[in-house]
């Protein structure tokens, strides 16, 4: 004879035996209990936390007739009427559960609620269930809008889905909504425990706790791995049979890789790394289990108080919170978490998994020659390197150079400044006069009028971009005919401004006159030409530095590109 599996054999036939939502039976048992019911409902949630189970017993609820058949509306279901019965046994005629996933069309939708219209044959209502109604089609839904809001008295619609994001605002306002929670681990793990119980299956807390974890959140999957295990154990349910089933790892190996991290064992780690290989143990699962302990370490660090006993790993939690600092946790999370989605573009996922680990260990806050931990004066060399000699950190302080050690390669990151008489480097090229240009006999100085003009904004910036072509004085008034380098400036209104502000500073009319060209000795652009040069000096002064050309040839430290800017 087959077996019934666990979840169909196991399955709640009451309320009261339901577990883990008990926000959603203390609603519908206080309706029912009320006689306030709606005339449908809606559960959503994730695969296996109960909602066709739920759908279930609210029609039998709805529809018990007690032992005796007087008996009326009840949030306690006999179990032993009727309708009870077929309702268990899925044969009850005034109770039809609908696939949404495989009856999607209007016509299917027509066809149920035309024999809606139809009265119960031998129950108090006819109870539609339509399970992932989500897959319905727009035109469905529409269809159905108008009797799931008045629907007959003897109608009563239960709707489940897994996606509710899906189902149309027209549906959920006319439901009552119920989200249906996922299974905590200790709550999988009791009902296991009773169950394995009255099945005369020995079991081991820590396989009940791993099929939980596993579960994610679904008591269905947890029965059916439970299923599974007793198969594969062929006797207890032992912990170590179901991490070889699952392939999880022990945890005695996460604290093994943490030990090594804290010690700065990197062979240790390698070969951690190894015998999980040789016994083909889930590196995904592995990272995913590290990042799970680190992020208890981290809870232990910072509220000591929420680290259970009931833990299994509580005083290796406890243990490693103290012996690790906090930044330490932080880094080896994120590189936990952001180390798996990196495993299918390793070679293989054991040199994926262990670059995270060599990656935690290379990252290590506090490590490193660029530690902000460490004084200049005891910084210690990394592997390979020499140390940097107190005379060279004198002469560094001495020439005024600032340079930033950084981990493979090291840079240096400098700015110019004034050289010491010890030191031979090229000066930076001076910065020409800004030449004046002859017009006429009366040779005006433009640019220092430009600069005195009080005014400011796109005005200034106007005055900034202008070059003299053309200075004709007649007697008060004068003409000037300039060229502008942003001709977008020179607007009407502002050349007419700009003509204002020269005329009130020399005392004389003065009209402007634009003409296309380049503006090759405008205020603008001998200040660029000086910036220019000035920023070539600097990096021809840094590069020809004797302690720069020191650094760079005995630890490969380059300087960074952007970095020199030419002291004011």
Same mark, same amino acid.
């Given at each position: 004879m087959t077996a019934l599996a666990l979840a169909r054999k196991w399955r709640p036939r009451d309320f009261s035996t339901l577990v883990g939502q008990e926000h959603v039976v203390k609603a519908l048992t206080h309706a029912l209990d009320q006689q306030r019911l709606h005339h449908a409902w809606l559960f959503t949630g994730t695969r296996g936390v109960g909602k066709t189970t739920i759908s279930r017993i609210l029609a039998k609820a709805l529809n018990c007739t007690g032992a005796d058949g007087q008996g009326q509306m009840t949030s306690q279901p006999c179990g032993k009427c009727p309708a009870c019965t077929e309702i268990d046994a899925g044969r009850y005629v005034d109770y039809i559960e609908m696939d949404a996933a495989s009856n999607r069309g209007v016509d299917d939708m027509a066809q149920l609620l035309e024999k809606a219209m139809y009265a119960p044959s031998s129950a108090r209502f006819k109870v539609y269930m339509i399970d992932e109604v989500h897959m319905l089609t727009g035109h469905a839904f529409n269809a159905m809008l108008k009797t799931l809001e008045e629907p007959p008295p003897h109608v009563k619609f239960i709707l489940a889905t897994t996606d509710p994001q899906k189902i149309p605002v027209t549906v959920l306002s006319r439901c009552l909504q119920f989200n249906l929670k996922q299974m905590p681990v200790p709550s999988i793990v009791?009902?296991?425990?009773?169950?394995?119980?009255?099945?005369?299956?020995?079991?081991?807390? &820590?396989?009940?706790?791993?099929?939980?974890?596993?579960?994610? &959140?679904?008591?269905? @999957?947890?029965?059916?791995?439970?299923?599974?295990?007793?198969?594969?154990?062929?006797?207890?349910?032992?912990?170590?049979?179901?991490?070889?089933?699952?392939?999880?790892?022990?945890?005695?190996?996460?604290?093994?890789?943490?030990?090594?991290?804290?010690?700065?064992?990197?062979?240790?780690?390698?070969?951690?790394?190894?015998?999980?290989?040789?016994?083909?143990?889930?590196?995904?699962?592995?990272?995913?289990?590290?990042?799970?302990?680190?992020?208890?370490?981290?809870? &232990?660090?910072?509220?000591?108080?929420?680290?259970?006993? @009931?833990?299994?790993?509580?005083?290796?939690?406890?243990?490693?919170?103290?012996? %690790?600092?906090?930044? @330490?946790?932080?880094?080896?999370?994120?590189?936990?978490?952001?180390?798996?989605?990196?495993?299918?573009?390793?070679?293989?996922?054991?040199?994926? %998994?262990?670059?995270?680990?060599?990656?935690?260990?290379? %990252?290590?806050?506090?490590?490193?020659?660029?530690?902000?931990?460490?004084?200049?004066?005891?910084?210690?060399?990394?592997?390979?390197?020499?140390?940097?000699?107190?005379?060279?950190?004198?002469?560094?302080?001495?020439?005024?150079?600032?340079?930033?050690?950084?981990?493979?390669?090291?840079?240096?990151?400098?700015?110019?400044?004034?050289?010491?008489?010890?030191?031979?480097?090229?000066?930076s090229t001076a910065a020409p006069k800004a030449s004046t240009v002859t017009y006429n006999s009366e040779d005006p100085d433009w640019q220092s009028w430009m600069k005195a003009l009080p005014v400011r904004g796109l005005l200034q910036q106007l005055a900034f971009q202008t070059e003299l072509q053309n200075w004709n004085e007649q007697g008060d008034s004068v003409k000037a005919t300039v060229i502008v380098g942003m001709p977008q400036l020179a607007s009407k209104e502002n050349v007419l401004r700009l003509q204002e502000a020269l005329s009130n500073y020399l005392g004389k009319s003065v009209t402007i006159l634009i003409e296309t060209g380049k503006a090759n000795h405008s205020i603008a652009a001998v200040e660029a030409k000086i910036k220019q040069e000035k920023q070539e000096g600097a990096e021809e002064s840094i590069a020809n530095d004797d302690f720069v050309k020191t650094i760079q040839t005995e630890f490969g430290a380059t300087v960074v590109p952007g970095s020199i800017r030419p002291i004011q």
């Open positions: 009791e009902h296991l425990e009773k169950i394995l119980e009255s099945e005369q299956v020995k079991s081991e807390i &820590g396989a009940l706790r791993i099929l939980a974890k596993a579960a994610q &959140g679904s008591m269905r @999957d947890a029965l059916s791995l439970t299923d599974q295990a007793i198969a594969y154990a062929a006797g207890p349910v032992t912990e170590s049979a179901v991490r070889a089933m699952l392939g999880t790892l022990d945890e005695t190996y996460l604290i093994q890789i943490l030990d090594a991290l804290r010690t700065g064992d990197g062979g240790a780690l390698i070969a951690i790394a190894d015998e999980m290989a040789a016994r083909s143990s889930s590196f995904s699962l592995a990272l995913q289990d590290l990042a799970s302990l680190l992020q208890k370490i981290a809870v &232990g660090q910072t509220v000591p108080s929420a680290v259970l006993d @009931d833990w299994p790993e509580a005083t290796e939690v406890r243990r490693l919170a103290s012996q %690790f600092n906090k930044e @330490d946790i932080q880094l080896y999370y994120q590189i936990a978490i952001t180390s798996r989605p990196d495993l299918s573009l390793a070679p293989d996922e054991q040199t994926g %998994f262990t670059m995270a680990l060599l990656r935690m260990l290379a %990252f290590k806050p506090g490590d490193g020659a660029g530690s902000t931990k460490s004084s200049p004066s005891n910084q210690t060399p990394r592997a390979g390197g020499s140390s940097i000699s107190n005379a060279a950190k004198a002469a560094a302080n001495v020439a005024g150079h600032s340079v930033k050690a950084a981990p493979a390669p090291q840079v240096a990151q400098a700015q110019s400044v004034p050289q010491s008489s010890s030191q031979s480097a090229p000066q």
